[in-house]
């Protein structure tokens, strides 16, 4: 199996900076994807930023500039830099993974998820 954990999370005034960190353990060679996902309060759970194996990125148009995310497939670590930051960007982030391996695909484990660390940026 793939286990997540997340780290980094805090209060952080309007303007500031942050960087959240997932580390995986387990079974890390299966993973795939990295994803960051967040969830504000009342609101469904949105997909921030992604990064493949490879290192191809992709983010939300709501983080497009201001946050970074960055892997490490050595550390099996997947870090989220996030500067400018916003009252709209506090949320509970979630790190995922996708999980390719048969071994556990087959038992239907495609994927992992942290869980969470909670952000707060106040005025």
């Known amino acids: 199996q793939v286990f997540l954990v997340e780290s980094g999370g805090g209060l952080v005034p309007v303007g500031g900076s942050l960087r959240l960190s997932c580390a995986a353990s387990?079974?890390?060679?299966?993973?795939?994807?990295m994803t960051w996902y967040r969830q504000a309060p009342g609101k469904e759970r949105e997909l921030v930023a992604t990064?493949?194996?490879?290192?191809?990125?992709d983010y939300a148009d709501a983080v497009q500039g201001r946050f970074t995310i960055s892997r490490d497939n050595h550390l099996n670590t997947v870090d989220l830099q996030m500067n400018s930051l916003k009252q709209s960007d506090t949320a509970v982030y979630y790190c995922?993974?996708?999980?390719?391996?048969?071994?556990?695909?087959?038992?239907?484990?495609?994927?992992?998820w942290g869980q969470g660390t909670q952000v707060t940026v106040s005025s």
């Open positions: 995922y993974a996708d999980v390719v391996c048969s071994a556990y695909v087959s038992r239907g484990l495609h994927n992992s």
């Open positions: 387990g079974d890390p060679i299966c993973i795939s994807n």
């Open positions: 990064i493949t194996s490879g290192g191809t990125t």
